[in-house]
């Protein structure tokens, strides 16, 4: 409910908005280490950047 954060900044008890439109509490988090390549790309709309461990299954809604 306190705007865009970056996933490392969520904490337990951190209320967030799901897939279905709705708030809920945080309740565990979790990581792991990754070695990968990390893909970054920009969107328009909404904007913002989004950061990926892998460019698989990315495909655009629209083409500009």
């Known amino acids: 409910k ?3 954060r970056a996933i490392a900044e969520i904490k337990i ?3 967030v908005l799901t ?3 709705r708030y809920r ?3 565990a988090t979790s990581s792991r ?3 990968g390549d990390m893909v970054s790309f920009n969107t328009p709309d909404p904007p ?3 950061i990926r461990t892998s460019p698989q299954q990315v ?3 629209r083409v500009i």
């Open 2 to 4: 306190d705007g865009i």
């Open 13 to 15: 008890g951190d209320e």
């Open 19 to 21: 897939h279905q439109g």
């Open 25 to 27: 509490k945080v309740l």
């Open 33 to 35: 280490p990754y070695s």
């Open 48 to 50: 913002g950047s989004i």
């Open 59 to 61: 495909s655009p809604l």
